[in-house]
Structures are given as C-alpha cells and as structure tokens.
Nanobody, 127 residues
C-alpha cells in the first residue's frame, strides 16, 4: 500500500519560510518522479514543482520560480519543498504526488499524470 505523508505546513508571515516534507512508503521511491501541487479555496489544483527520479532535473511553476526549491533524499524516501519569500497568494493546501509508473523521461506538470497523492498540508501566509 502506497502512502505519502506530508508535514511542515503552518501559519507564516509574508516574507517568511517553510519547508514541507513528504515521506513515501510502499513504492520504489528512488525510481519515481515526484511532484508538489497546491489548491487554494475555490480554485483548481495547480502544479508547483516536480523533480525527476534521478534528482537531476527540477521544474517550477512561474509563480514560485526563484522562491521555492524541490529536492529529494532517496535514502529517506522523502521529497522536500523549501518555500522562501512566502506571499499571501501562496496560501493553499499543498499536496505531494508520485507517478504511478517508475522512471519516465518526460516532465510531468498535470495532476492526472500522477497516480499517488498525500492527504495535504495547509500553508497559510498572513500577517
């Protein structure tokens, strides 16, 4: 049984930083493309960042580029999202996702391209 468990969310003032973690189990983590998505109230789930299975390639939504960093530790089966210079518009529930199939040579930006999801962690940016 695949499980993805996010942690690290919370309330932060604008300009602050948070680091989200996603611990994976039940799958061969080192061979999976991983992604972070977010969903704000009343909006659709949107792509935030992705990292390939080799950790050599990372991609970001334009809205977070230069502020957020995705990384992974295959020994710990964990993917991270370091969020700096947080803005109120970053407020959302953040979800970790894993591709259902291992490896893959493409870049995956769409939610439907990921087969496994965590329960989400709330990030609120407010003064």
């Amino acid at each position: 049984q695949v499980q993805l468990v996010e942690s690290g969310g919370g309330l932060m003032q604008p300009g602050g930083s948070l680091r989200l973690s996603c611990a994976a189990s039940g799958l061969t983590f080192s061979s999976r493309v991983m992604g972070w998505f977010r969903q704000a109230p009343g909006k659709e789930r949107e792509f935030v960042a992705t990292i390939n299975w080799g950790a050599g390639n990372t991609y970001y939504a334009d809205s977070v580029k230069g502020r957020f960093t995705i990384s992974r530790d295959n020994a710990k089966s964990t993917v991270y999202l370091q969020m700096n210079s947080l803005k109120p518009e970053d407020t959302a529930v953040y979800y970790c996702a894993a591709r259902r199939s291992p490896y893959g040579g493409n870049t995956y930006f769409a939610a439907h391209e990921y087969g496994f999801w965590g329960q989400g962690t709330q990030v609120t940016v407010s003064s």
